[in-house]
């Protein structure tokens, strides 16, 4: 049994009851005891001076890419984990476009072994919607699901077949879990290595048009209001995709959304000079859009702040532009990236952006966390919301480096971060 | 006095008017040396450049080794093709190992778009773009640009059509970069699905047809089309591809003005261009050929060294 | 030396070089770029108008062949370079001013790439010592004695807008 931890005078804002003040948290047992002021620290608590700082339920990343089993050389799920916490993140989803692929109760629980046995963030395995991700027959949601699984994603790929993307959603109601779809239309995004536009041109790279997403967008959005089902749309990047997700929501489909840090912080321009750390997928678009994603989350249209988190290897990086995979890490650049681009622009208060980061997400997959009410689970994080910190890539905890933003100055970060009531992270410097 | 040409030339974007003409300028002596009756200059005696080509050339590299062998330089052809995945070796690798034996210049033509930059950055020596994925041809682009000099006493002004597959031309991008920065007016045409999105940024016009283009240009850079566009889908077939958008005599005739017809090579005959076009009196595409190896010598002559040294005269040694 | 004092010598040196060569008829006269080929321009002129002929008349850039294009550095400018038919001729190879002989030894370099004279002479303006190389002058307008902080500057009508030597102390 740990030691209670009294977290005193911070700022404690709790989206999930839309509370905002100064006040004490005290966690015992594991879970959230109180929330209030002026708590008396329990014999033998660890007392821990909040001043300055913003206590939040503890954020909830949903889209992360672990590499574990199969490519242990660019992450673990211990190693994630780590990184998750260093990034004030209690809870993340782990994708399963894993080697095996995340399509049958083995995979499903060795990650969430892995997980335990590394004791850092919580991982919510999300299970395959086809076996082998090969988009031909449905994995067995069922067994995914008793096993631990919370959703269901071909991430990595889209669900291609449209009757494949209708029967999962159909079948994925009666477990109450969301399909979430990586939005491409293959055959028109086939070979693109960036947005197609004025960058792309001048770099002689073949584009991926802002279509190639709107259509998958559509056709899901189709295909929910058919089925009833619940479609979870992963890192939306275009302000068409914006506009038919604000449209669906106007007529109450369940339909949910996620953006990346990237996505409200990058445009295409970041690829100039053929930087291969600009490259993922989606990818980066035009400043229009861009501000649509911001307004999107601020409208609530975008449900979520997700990272994406796909570690590379350094040298798969030192490729070719057209040669080199898609993604970059985000675990540990996230909340700085929001804080910095969002928050301090006025665009969104801090309330607003934990809703996006913390409590929406555990709403949108049903996860526990993302909130400070008494008896949740002891999943909390103190930030530092005004620290200025430079993004050095060497400190970071992930075992990947590959990101665009090393150098950067960004504002805020977690300074503790705590895991069923005890401490899982702690910075240092 | 423009800068220096720095240690690579990798695109014609990233060059000045000043810098582009500086290297005109010199390509005009180096025309005479391709004269003589002895073929050779001592200047880059004892240099050794590695031409490195990832796709199938003849045309460039031959260029090339004539440009490097009449300045005297050592020159060694390594040949690959297929992705340094398939090969089994990165590209940098390729080259450090290359440049491990104490190589002064590369020359490099490869698939993937911004290799050259992505070399020039990881290695010491020069490197010179022979071509790379859709992006650039920068001395294919001076070439031409040094043909149209040569045919009409200057560039500004000048009203050029580039005609064909735009998307894929790094020939077409390197003009379009070239001519517009040294002031002429440049046109893009040909069918809709085969040129690039938001073309017009760049700073050209789009004549749909090339009826109109004849109307418009004193010149006209015919781009190759290649017959992989057809299964790709970009273009039903070539035979429409020739109805609809090939420089014929019979539209050539239509010119209002003596039209100069330039072609980067190698020309499908009949698809693009028609051989009494090609073989006729308005083309240039033979000295187009002459001046690459003139505009070669003149890169290599200048990255060899730095900027030119102005200050003439004051008594020789 | 000012403008007629120039002209004296070129006149003398002209009468000088057809003495050499012992007549016109296998006589070609080549210019150093730049100044050299100007001043030999002027040499071509008052032969011709002596002679009653048309000698063969040559302008030689010897930058690609400076043994000092291996540093790395600023590239010089390249100028033109045009010669007519060197087989069995007498050339004489004219430039403004002879110091180390390394621009002389590039110009006998690039001659012998286009053709073989049956001789070759040099004439210059002015000698000024200081020599690197075994290279003398045949036809010389002065001899002036410098030390290596010494400048000589010869400026010429056609570049420069006035005819004129210059020796600078330095030092």
């Known amino acids: 049994m740990s030691r209670p931890i009294l977290l005193r005078g911070g700022r404690v804002i709790d989206p999930s009851r839309g509370s905002d003040g100064i006040a004490d948290v005290l966690l015992q047992g594991g879970r959230i005891e109180a929330v209030g002021?002026?708590?008396?620290?329990?014999?033998?608590?660890?007392?821990?001076?909040?001043?300055?700082?913003?206590?939040?339920?503890?954020?909830?990343?949903?889209?992360?890419?672990?590499?574990?089993?199969?490519?242990?050389?660019?992450?673990?799920?211990?190693?994630?984990?780590?990184?998750?916490?260093?990034?004030?993140?209690?809870?993340?989803?782990?994708m399963p476009n894993t080697d095996p692929v995340c399509d049958n109760q083995g995979v499903v629980g060795f990650v969430i072994a892995q997980a335990q046995r590394a004791a850092k963030a919580r991982v919510f395995p999300i299970g395959a919607v086809s076996l082998g991700q090969k988009g031909q027959q449905l994995a067995e949601f069922g067994?995914?699901?008793?096993?631990?699984?919370?959703?269901?994603?071909?991430?990595?790929?889209?669900?291609?077949?449209?009757h494949l993307m209708r029967m999962a959603l159909e079948y994925a109601k009666t477990f109450g879990i969301p399909v979430a779809d990586h939005c491409e239309d293959p055959t028109l995004a086939a070979g693109g290595s960036m947005h197609e536009g004025i960058i792309s041109t001048r770099l002689g790279l073949k584009g991926i048009p802002a279509a190639a997403e709107e259509i998958m967008v559509a056709r899901d959005i189709l295909l929910a209001e058919l089925t009833g089902g619940h479609v979870h749309l992963c890192h939306m990047s275009t302000r068409g995709s914006v506009d038919l997700i604000r449209r669906a929501k106007d007529m109450g489909l369940k339909v949910t959304a996620e953006a990346c840090p990237h996505h409200f912080a990058l445009t295409h321009e970041s690829c100039l000079g053929y930087n291969t750390n600009a490259k993922m997928n989606p990818p980066l678009r035009e400043d229009l859009d861009r501000e649509a994603i911001r307004q999107g989350l601020k409208d609530g249209t975008i449900d979520v702040i997700a990272t994406d988190h796909a570690p590379h290897h350094y040298d798969a990086k030192e490729r070719e532009f057209d040669d080199a995979p898609n993604g970059i890490i985000g675990l540990e650049t996230a909340f700085g990236l929001a804080m910095s681009e969002l928050v301090n622009t006025g665009l969104l208060s801090l309330p607003e952006l934990l809703l996006r980061m913390s409590t929406?997400?555990?709403?949108?997959?049903?996860?526990?966390?993302?909130?400070?009410?008494?008896?949740?689970?002891?999943?909390?994080?103190?930030?530092?919301?005004?620290?200025?910190?430079v993004v050095k890539p060497d400190a970071f905890f992930s075992k990947s480096r590959n990101t665009p933003f090393a150098g950067r100055t960004l504002t805020g970060r977690a300074d503790l971060t705590i895991v069923r009531g005890q401490v899982a992270f702690q910075r240092t410097s | 006095m423009p800068t220096p040409l720095g240690k690579d030339l990798t695109a014609l974007e990233y060059l000045s008017a000043d810098q582009i003409r500086l290297i005109l300028d010199t390509a005009e002596p180096f025309k005479e040396v391709s004269e003589r009756q002895i073929k050779k200059v001592p200047a880059l005696r004892g240099k050794t450049i590695v031409n490195?080509?990832?796709?199938?050339?003849?045309?460039?590299?031959?260029?090339?080794?004539?440009?490097?062998?009449?300045?005297?330089?050592d020159t060694v052809n390594v040949a690959s093709t297929g992705s340094s995945v398939s090969k089994g070796e990165t590209l940098v690798d390729t080259a450090r190992n290359l440049e491990a034996m104490h190589i002064d210049m590369v020359v490099i033509r490869h698939h993937a778009s911004g290799s050259a930059e992505f070399l020039g950055k990881r290695i010491r020596s020069s490197v010179i773009n022979a071509g790379d994925g859709k992006h650039e041809h920068p001395t294919q682009g001076l070439l031409d640009i040094l043909t149209l000099r040569d045919k009409f006493g200057k560039i500004e002004g000048l009203k050029v059509a580039i005609c064909g597959d735009l998307l894929h031309s790094r020939v077409g991008r390197s003009n379009i970069h070239g001519l517009l920065k040294l002031g002429a007016e440049v046109a893009v045409c040909g069918p809709a699905s085969l040129l690039p999105r938001d073309v017009e940024s760049l700073g050209v016009t789009v004549i749909p047809h090339i009826e109109d283009a004849i109307q418009w240009a004193d010149a006209l850079n015919i781009l190759r089309l290649q017959l992989e566009r057809m299964t790709a889908g970009y273009i039903p077939s070539l035979r429409e591809y020739n109805r609809v958008f090939g420089l014929t005599a019979a539209r050539l005739d239509q010119a209002p003005k003596d039209l100069v017809i330039m072609h980067p090579g190698p020309m499908n005959r009949g698809v693009e261009i028609d051989s009494e076009v090609a073989d006729g009196p308005h083309s240039v595409i033979l000295p187009q050929v002459t001046n690459g190896v003139a505009v070669r010598m003149a890169v290599l002559y200048l990255l060899a060294g730095g900027a030119p040294d102005w200050a003439q005269g004051g008594g020789s040694e | 030396m000012d403008e007629r004092a120039i002209a004296r010598c070129l006149a003398r040196m002209a009468s000088e070089i057809v003495e050499r060569a012992r007549g016109t008829e296998q006589l070609v006269i080549i210019g150093i770029q730049r100044r050299g080929v100007e001043l030999a321009a002027r040499l071509k002129r008052l032969i011709d108008d002596a002679e009653s002929s048309h000698v063969a008349f040559g302008k030689l850039d010897i930058t690609l062949y400076r043994d000092d294009l291996q540093a790395v550095g600023p590239r010089p400018m390249v100028g033109e370079t045009t010669l007519p038919e060197l087989d069995g001729k007498i050339v004489i190879i004219v430039d403004d001013v002879l110091y180390t002989g390394r621009t002389v030894r590039a110009a006998l370099d690039e001659c012998a790439d286009f053709g073989r004279p049956r001789r070759i002479l040099l004439c210059v303006l002015i000698d000024r010592g200081g020599r690197e190389l075994p290279i003398q002058a045949d036809i010389i307008g002065v001899t002036v004695s410098t030390g290596a902080a010494d400048r000589v500057d010869v400026l010429v009508r056609e570049l420069d807008g006035e005819d004129a030597v210059a020796v600078v102390r330095g030092g």
């Open chain 1, 37 to 94: 002021l002026n708590i008396i620290a329990p014999d033998g608590a660890q007392v821990v001076e909040c001043a300055g700082k913003v206590v939040a339920p503890g954020l909830i990343d949903v889209h992360v890419h672990l590499r574990e089993p199969g490519q242990e050389d660019l992450e673990t799920v211990a190693t994630g984990a780590m990184a998750a916490v260093a990034g004030g993140f209690t809870g993340i989803c782990a």
């Open chain 1, 143 to 162: 067994e995914l699901v008793g096993a631990g699984a919370v959703a269901v994603s071909d991430d990595g790929k889209p669900v291609a077949s449209s």
């Open chain 1, 360 to 389: 929406t997400p555990a709403r949108t997959f049903n996860l526990p966390g993302g909130t400070l009410a008494t008896g949740a689970p002891g999943d909390v994080v103190v930030l530092d919301p005004a620290v200025q910190w």
């Open chain 2, 52 to 73: 490195l080509f990832f796709e199938a050339s003849t045309r460039t590299r031959i260029s090339f080794e004539f440009a490097e062998k009449r300045l005297s330089a």
